[in-house]
């Protein structure tokens, strides 16, 4: 929803949501196109994000870093308009870039743009939301099997102990029926 969002708030039909790993562009979201993983070395967004501020092309095909690009040449796509956020966290860390694009030249206004960043950090603030979650999911789990071992253990402990108290309960009951219990019987060592 928020990469159709952002590109409908830049009037183009195509946007997406990339994280950019060592070797691969890898899109986690799209609208307008379908989500795809490509290598780092053709990916338009890889050439800018680490620069951690917003890139806006009128025309790709005219700027000397994306003419090349097979999303720029017709061998992948034929991508004119091109805009791309950088998804930072908080710490400091790129993740990836929210883009959006279009076959045709634009020029969209600054506040178009402005609003652009603002959809990227509600990105960044989703994934960190799914990424605690995850988290937080991983320790319940750790949780369960750790109080699943803890109840066999006490199961364990409890029988373990049951048939020395129940020894020590049978003494008990003969020394209340016979309170004069020979001295030197198994039955005195207890009492």
């Known amino acids: 929803n928020l990469v159709q969002l952002a590109a409908r708030l830049c009037a183009v039909p195509y946007g997406v949501v990339n994280v950019i790993t060592e070797g691969q562009q890898i899109q986690i979201a799209a609208f307008g196109v379908d989500a795809k993983v490509c290598s780092r070395e053709d990916s338009m967004c890889a050439q800018v994000f680490l620069r951690r501020t917003t890139t806006v092309v009128r025309d790709a095909s005219q700027d000397p870093r994306f003419a090349g690009n097979p ?16 998804l930072q966290t908080a710490s400091g860390l790129v993740l990836g870039s929210l883009c959006v694009f279009s076959d045709d030249a634009a020029s969209p206004q600054a506040a178009q743009i402005a609003m652009l960043e603002v959809l990227a950090q509600q990105v960044v603030e989703l994934l960190e939301l799914q990424h605690r979650t995850l988290q937080l999911n991983d320790a319940l789990a750790e949780l369960r099997r750790s109080n699943t071992a803890l109840g066999d253990f006490a199961g364990r402990v409890s029988h373990d102990l049951r048939i020395p108290l129940t020894t020590i309960l049978g003494y008990v009951e003969l020394a209340e029926d016979d309170p004069d219990i020979p001295q030197g019987s198994a039955a005195a060592e207890y009492f």
Do not use: D
């Open 71 to 86: 999303f720029v040449t017709g061998e992948i796509a034929k991508v004119r308009f091109y805009a791309s956020v950088p």
